[in-house]
């Protein structure tokens, strides 16, 4: 027995020794606070019959904390400021990308391990030169300025992005010399446009990974929700899963950023359920990385925090009771949704009536059907449809289901909460308690420089 013992405490001192960080895999669920994670779990459990959780992979991991995200100008932070601090260990203004307060370029961690011989992938389920994506490239005052940042894309040298594609492709308008995918091209990069597609250029020098539908004509913006399936567009995890064999056709060691973008796209609809499979699908791509893990696991660090909560979710608004299983009869995400009401009024030559409006919310909530409908909410959804507007229609709709799904919603926009965070692998030890999101790099740096104090 004692042998036994030794052996191990043996085998675990060489595999400390050995254990050197050569794969970090760095998540960022846009928008995910803790209760987002918990509702996804808990809804799923609920589905099965019974109260408790159906534990995500992020929870499962080895090592857990928690981040505060307040930026340099306030207490809640944008994405731009949050992604900044995620991204380079620096706090900045809220807008502001890869700059300090007082205007400094600053460096990201993506930067610094690409000038240490590293590939580097940046994907995304939002456009490839939004706030989380650009912070780990970009440096303007302004993170709308999406042209100077997709064209900072372009220039990059990164190996891999995926996504949706550019916000504003054309830039100067009529001046097709500054095409961003033009650039891009010029730059050595290949533009694919669907899954299938990027097999065939794994072994391409550069790779951009968009969907069919992002041209050089239309402004992109997301890969669609997952809970509206939108067959020809490639998923989070079909992303994730063409950047590891890419990026380990090249390298012998790489990092990957990976943001579920649209869980925070969700949360400032108040939309539940389609902010539950937004943190599903990020789940999803995870497994892609854990999978990794395993056949790595002295040479991996996989990390997922959020950049901030949105919405200031909360699990239960009025008693002691809990309902999210009525989530499961809705059947869009409240965007589409909208889109359902707009193509009713385009589609009726006279102003369409009650019954068929009350007929969108039957199809795709389940209203009077599986959900019951008392005086209250009648007389809301009535109130909606005098509007005529397909926005307000479809938003109360999402509202009623949430509130009768026990969700609370304090805000719009994004809360000051802290972010969970989990981290398994080489060094995962360091990120957990609380800490600052403004530390996190600090601390990958730290367990680069000093491998040997890195533990798995
Ligand atoms: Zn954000």
Redesign the pocket.
């Known amino acids: 027995m004692k042998r036994i013992i030794l052996f191990i405490i043996a085998a675990v001192i060489t595999l400390s020794a050995s254990a050197k960080l050569k794969y970090i895999f760095y998540f960022?669920g846009?928008?995910m606070g803790p209760n987002q994670v918990l509702a996804a779990e808990m809804y799923r459990a609920e589905m099965e019959g019974r109260i408790g959780r159906v534990p995500t992979l992020m929870s499962q991991f080895t090592v857990s904390g928690e981040l505060s995200t307040f930026s340099a100008s306030n207490g809640i932070?944008?994405?731009?400021a949050?992604?900044t601090a995620l991204a380079t260990g620096t706090k900045t203004n809220n807008g502001t990308l890869g700059l300090s307060a007082t205007g400094d370029t600053l460096s990201s961690i993506a930067e610094y391990l690409q000038s240490q011989g590293w590939g580097i992938g940046i994907m995304t389920s939002v456009a490839i030169d939004h706030?989380?994506p650009g912070a780990f490239y970009g440096n303007d005052i302004k993170r709308s300025h999406y042209y100077a940042i997709g064209k900072q894309l372009t220039q990059t040298e990164f190996d891999f992005f995926g996504g949706a594609g550019f916000h504003h492709p054309q830039g100067k308008k009529d001046d097709k010399a500054h095409n961003l995918y033009d650039l891009a091209e010029q730059a050595g990069y290949t533009i694919v446009r669907s899954y299938d597609e990027a097999q065939r250029h794994l072994n391409d020098r550069r790779l951009i990974m968009i969907q069919p539908g992002d041209s050089a004509k239309v402004h992109s913006d997301n890969i669609g929700y997952a809970i509206d399936h939108i067959a020809s567009n490639s998923t989070l995890k079909q992303i994730v899963q063409t950047s590891i064999p890419f990026l380990m056709n090249k390298y012998d060691r790489f990092f990957m950023m990976v943001e579920g973008?649209m869980i925070?796209y969700a949360c400032h609809s108040n939309d539940g359920r389609t902010a539950i499979e937004e943190v599903w699908a990020m789940d999803e791509a995870l497994q892609e990385a854990y999978n990794f893990y395993l056949q790595h696991p002295n040479e991996t660090l996989i990390l997922v925090t959020?950049?901030?909560e949105?919405g200031g979710m909360a699990l239960g608004n009025s008693d002691y009771t809990l309902n999210l299983q009525v989530l499961q009869h809705q059947q869009c995400s409240q965007s589409v949704l909208t889109e359902r009401f707009q193509q009713l009024y385009q589609d009726s030559t006279l102003t369409p009536s009650w019954e068929q409006v009350s007929q969108v919310w039957k199809d795709n909530l389940g209203f009077w059907n599986a959900v019951s409908i008392n005086a209250d909410e009648e007389s809301q959804l009535r109130e909606a449809y005098n509007t005529q507007d397909a926005e307000k229609m479809a938003a109360t709709g999402v509202e009623i289901l949430n509130r009768q799904a026990k969700l609370g919603w304090t805000s719009h926009a994004?809360t000051a909460h802290a972010v969970p965070l989990f981290a398994i692998g080489v060094g995962a030890e360091l990120l957990g308690g609380w800490h600052d999101n403004s530390e996190v790099v600090p601390l990958i740096r730290q367990c680069l420089a000093k491998p040997k104090k890195c533990r798995r």
Do not use: L, V
Request: without cysteine; aromatic residues 0%; glycine residues 16%.
């Open positions: 960022i846009d928008g932070t944008d994405s731009s949050a992604g706030a989380t973008g925070d959020a950049d901030h949105t994004h």
